[in-house]
C-alpha cells in the first residue's frame, strides 16, 4: 500500500476505534485489522494498537469529568489503582507471548467479547436477580478485567458495563464514565510496557493516534446524545465480523 494509503488507512482506523471506545467500547476490533492489513505482526499490531487509542480514551474521560463517581460505593480512585497495576501484568503477558500463539489466542478472545456484547445489559440483569456480589469481588472482577486489558483489550468496556450493571444496578449510559476512565488506566499501564520493550510501530501508530484522539473526543460529545440501542447493534456488527475474519485468519 502506498505510503500515504497507509497513513490515511490507520489515522481512520483510529478516528473509529476512539469513537468506539467513547461509546460502547470494542475500539480494539477498527484499529487491529487496520494494522494487521498493514503487514504488522498480531502481538505488534495489539501493542501499536493499545497505545494509539490512549489519548482517545483519555479525551474522553475528560469529556466525561462531570459524570465520574464511586461504583458501588467504592472509589474509583481505588479502582483505577488496581486496573493500573493489573494492566501492568497483562501488557507483560503479551511481551513474552509468541506472536504464532497470539494469532491462535486471540479469536477466542474475540468471541469472549462478543458473548459479553451480545449478552449486554440482559445477561447483566438475569445474574443479578440470581447473584449478590460484594466489593471484595468487585476489585477481583476489576484485576481480572484490567489484566484482559492489558493484554488484549478487545471488548473489554463491554465486559466492564456489565460487571459494573451487575454490582452497582446502573444502566450502561450512566456507566461511560467510570468505564472509560478504567479503559484509560489500562491502556496507560500497557503502553508504558509496549514503548518501554519496543513492541510499538510508530508509522502506523502515530498517525492512528492522532485519529483516535479525534474519535475519543468526538465519540465522547456524540455517545452523550445518541440512543444506547443504535450503539449497542453497530458494535455487535463490528464485532461479530471481526472475530470470524480472525477465526478464519487463524485456523482457516
Do not use: C, H
Not at 440482559?122 to 466489593?135: K, Q
Not at 483516535?212 to 453497530?234: D, E, N, Q
Amino acid at each position: 500500500m502506498a505510503e500515504w494509503g497507509a497513513v490515511a488507512l490507520a489515522a481512520g482506523a483510529g478516528a473509529v476505534g476512539g469513537a468506539m471506545n467513547a461509546l460502547a467500547g470494542g475500539g480494539t476490533f477498527a484499529t487491529l485489522p487496520a494494522l494487521l492489513g498493514l503487514g504488522l505482526p498480531a502481538n505488534v499490531a495489539n501493542a501499536t494498537s493499545n497505545v494509539a487509542l490512549l489519548p482517545g480514551a483519555g479525551a474522553s474521560v475528560w469529556s466525561f469529568r462531570d459524570e465520574l463517581g464511586p461504583v458501588a460505593g467504592v472509589s474509583l480512585r481505588r479502582l483505577a489503582a488496581v486496573t493500573f497495576l493489573a494492566g501492568l501484568v497483562g501488557s507483560t503477558l503479551l511481551v513474552v507471548t509468541p506472536s504464532r500463539a497470539f494469532d491462535l489466542i486471540v479469536p477466542w478472545l474475540l468471541l469472549v467479547a462478543l458473548v459479553a456484547i451480545v449478552l449486554g445489559p440482559a445477561g447483566a440483569a438475569w445474574l443479578a436477580r440470581r447473584v449478590t456480589i460484594g466489593r471484595r469481588s468487585l476489585f477481583v472482577a476489576q484485576a481480572l478485567l484490567g489484566t484482559y486489558g492489558g493484554y488484549f483489550g478487545g471488548g473489554v468496556g463491554i465486559m466492564l458495563t456489565a460487571t459494573y450493571g451487575l454490582l452497582a444496578g446502573a444502566s450502561p449510559r450512566a456507566l461511560f464514565a467510570p468505564r472509560t476512565l478504567m479503559l484509560a488506566m489500562a491502556n496507560a499501564a500497557a503502553a508504558l510496557v509496549f514503548i518501554t520493550t519496543g513492541l510499538v510501530r510508530w508509522q502506523a501508530g502515530a498517525p492512528m493516534l492522532l485519529g483516535g484522539t479525534l474519535g475519543g473526543w468526538a465519540g465522547a460529545s456524540v455517545g452523550k446524545r445518541l440512543p444506547a440501542g443504535v450503539v449497542r447493534g453497530w458494535t455487535i456488527l463490528v464485532t461479530a465480523a471481526t472475530t470470524a475474519v480472525f477465526f478464519w485468519r487463524a485456523y482457516g
